[in-house]
């Protein structure tokens, strides 16, 4: 085989392992490894990191492609597919972090609330004036929000879920809700389209876990680590 054929075979075969390593990307963020990310910057920095095996192979294959392959087409092309490969796997990381329920950009609006009030419209100001009205509504307490999106807003609070459910009970009946289903670790309350559940932080018991949603949505909710 020539230079030049060996040259086009090896750009082809990384330029197919750059369709992999995008989809790798969009399967990345489906497991989660943007949970911890902040902000943008921090979430592409860790899904270049979960797929860098992938990258690293087609960086290689394209410098011997770049040595052997004496034309200039060939050089060209296999500098300019490690690049591609890179671009192509942020905006597939990036589209999927937005499909995801919630989406990621709600985490990072969140990313370094401390303890205060439960006010989800001041860090997104999407959010749905419903939620926020009937948050409002409620007496929580100094609350820790994970995340804020536009149809759904949570929070860790630093009380164990009895006393978090005890608290809740009376003020979502005075408010209209009906309670749906109580244990002492679980309390899901639904009222015009909406739905408010209360779910213990295992395993650390000495923390509760609330959210807020439009009811045609089912989102989970995540305790993360305290920082205090």
Known sequence: MSDQRAGWLLVIVSAALGAVVCLMAYAEVARGVLESAANAGEAAI????????????????????????????????????PVLTIVGAVVVGGIAAERTDPPASAYWA????????????????????????????????????????????????????????????????????TIVQIDSTWLQAERSGYAFWVVDCWPDPTRSAVVIFADRYRYGISCPESSR
């Not at 860790?46 to 492609?65: K, Q, T, Y």
């Not at 307490?141 to 804020?148: D, F, H, K, Q």
Request: charged share 15%; net charge negative; glycine share 6%.
């Open 110 to 177: 969140a990313a370094g609330y401390d303890l205060g009030p439960f006010d989800c419209a001041a860090l997104n100001s999407e959010t749905d004036v419903e939620i926020q009205a009937a948050l409002d509504a409620l007496d929580h307490g100094p609350v820790e929000i994970s995340y804020a999106a536009d149809d759904s807003c949570a929070a860790v609070l630093p009380v164990a879920p009895a006393m978090a459910i005890g608290s809740y009970v009376p003020q979502l009946e005075r408010e209209g809700w």
């Open 46 to 81: 860790a899904l270049l990191l979960a797929v860098a095996p992938g990258i690293l192979m087609i960086v290689a294959l394209d410098v011997i492609a770049f040595v052997i392959g004496k034309e200039l087409r060939i050089r060209i092309v296999a500098a300019a597919v």
